[in-house]
């Protein structure tokens, strides 16, 4: 929704269509509905009553969640395919200004990308019921660690393939959103249950310092593109730069497909 308004901008203003005015915009939307958004959240939302937090043995948790295979085998899984969503994610916007020469494009692909994404979620519920979450997850991965790659042989302006690689990607991405987040509430659900104590806490807590470590090694990774542009040749006009770090990136899913087609973890999903 935040791209919408520096589209429709660019649309009916002329203002929003490169990188250096939609920041502008979403500068000024977050200065305004921030602060104002907050405060009424502040001072509206009631402060409910919770109970005392419970001593978690950390040690112990962290036996348990080492002994569980499933788990490490989803975290690893998904860690690695987040470190090369969350890089190609952060290199979009270069890769289609300086090597697809799209700069004022770059922003109504990327809302058509997150409208696909959003228009296929229900086909991969669908999916997941008729062949298991696992395999419905291991299509879309597959399909995307394959057309991601597909960007580099493309030229400079090629808008049309473009945007069908970008949407075929949008697509089967959408399996991420649904099913990732699925597999990895059923796994520690089954690993709650067979524990004494209340560990579901523990689980979430490794999951979410995995996600946002892997988001900081990603965008680390991505700083030596960032701030060196790219050199374009003169013979063809595509820099050596970005499109390298893309293909590196779009090749991070493939562990993670290895990894969960070895694992055996009992909630593929198609009976629950």
Request: contains cysteine; positive net charge.
């Amino acid at each position: 929704m935040v791209l919408l308004v520096p589209v429709s901008a660019s649309q009916l203003f002329d203002y929003g269509g490169v990188a250096s005015e939609s920041l502008v915009i979403i500068g000024g939307m977050v200065l305004v509905l921030l602060p104002l958004l907050i405060g009424l959240t502040v001072w509206k939302l009631p402060e409910r009553d919770t109970a005392p937090p419970r001593h978690q043995p950390v040690i112990r948790n962290l036996k348990i969640m080492l002994s569980n295979g499933s788990f490490l085998i989803l975290f690893f899984g998904f860690t690695l395919m987040s470190l090369g969503t969350t890089m190609i994610g952060t290199l979009f916007m270069l890769f289609t200004t300086f090597a697809m020469d799209l700069e004022r494009q770059a922003q109504p692909i990327l809302l058509a990308y997150f409208a696909v994404n959003i228009i296929g979620l229900p086909f991969w519920v669908w999916l997941s019921h008729k062949i298991g979450k696992r395999e419905a997850w291991l299509t879309g991965t597959l399909a995307v660690a394959i057309a991601t790659p597909s960007y580099l042989l493309l030229s400079p302006g090629q808008l049309v393939p473009f945007r069908l690689i970008t949407g075929v990607i949008g697509f089967f991405g959408g399996n991420f959103v649904a099913l990732s987040l699925s597999m990895k509430a059923d796994v520690i659900e089954i690993a709650s249950r067979q524990s004494r104590d209340s560990i579901a806490g523990a689980y979430m807590a490794i999951w979410s310092l995995g996600s946002k470590t892997t988001q900081a090694l990603a965008g680390a990774s991505s700083a030596s593109c960032k701030t060196r542009p790219p050199q374009h040749q003169a013979s063809t006009g595509s820099p050596t730069l970005i499109p390298s770090a893309f293909t590196g990136a779009s090749m991070y899913p493939l562990p993670a497909v290895i990894s969960a087609q070895n694992s055996n973890m009992a909630p593929s999903g198609s009976k629950k």
